[in-house]
């Protein structure tokens, strides 16, 4: 009896890490549609073409997708990304970081049912924090969230509620899918 309840446990988190991991690819395509529909209002608030959502920022031209696909190939070939390429690698910069990310939440999902609450909406303003706010620039790839306009804070942030909604829906749909 309590080695069923065991597997069962283990089988339910396998599910929630793959449900928040397709999720998360999910929500991350969610957000990149979203940023592109706002770049047909406005290019000053759309998303850079093939940087998987990232907008635009000034004082910054480049997307931090493209910024990161770019120290990536240095530490790996030794060589920067020709122009051309930047968009697709942008792209699975934004793709690697939504899966992973969704995993994790996946994760969380399974061990504390709490963090589900308000479907998703929380982990979405919760990544674009900790992500988009404070490690970007912490880690060089945007400047100082004071540097940009509260019109590139709010199209973020409202990208990342996209794709907290869009992780959990699909996480959800996974695991009830797998459990019939």
């Known amino acids: 009896m309590r080695r069923q309840r065991w597997e069962r446990r283990e089988n339910t988190a396998a599910l929630n890490v793959i449900g928040g991991l397709i999720g998360g690819l999910l929500g991350a395509f969610a957000m990149e549609r979203f940023q592109r529909t706002l770049g047909k209002i406005s290019h000053d608030i759309g998303g850079a073409p093939g940087a998987g959502g990232q907008q635009y920022r000034k004082p ?36 690697a970081f939504g899966g992973a990310v969704g995993a ?33 620039p912490a880690t060089g790839l945007a400047k100082a969230p004071s540097a940009y306009p509260l019109q590139d804070h709010a199209t973020g942030l409202a990208s990342h509620l996209i794709y907290g909604a869009a992780t959990e829906v699909v996480r959800r749909c996974v695991v009830a899918s797998f459990r019939r």
């Not at 997708?65 to 792209?91: C, I, S």
């Not at 996946?106 to 706010?133: H, K, M, Q, S």
């Open 60 to 95: 910054q031209s480049e997307p931090a997708t493209y910024k990161a696909a770019d120290v990536l190939a240095v530490a790996t070939t030794g060589r920067t990304l020709p122009p051309d390429d930047k968009p697709a690698a942008g792209a699975a910069i934004h793709y």
């Open 104 to 136: 994790i939440y996946g994760a969380a999902a399974a061990r504390t049912r709490d963090i589900t609450a308000w479907g998703g909406v929380p982990f979405g303003a919760t990544v674009w924090l900790i992500a988009d706010e404070m490690g970007m």
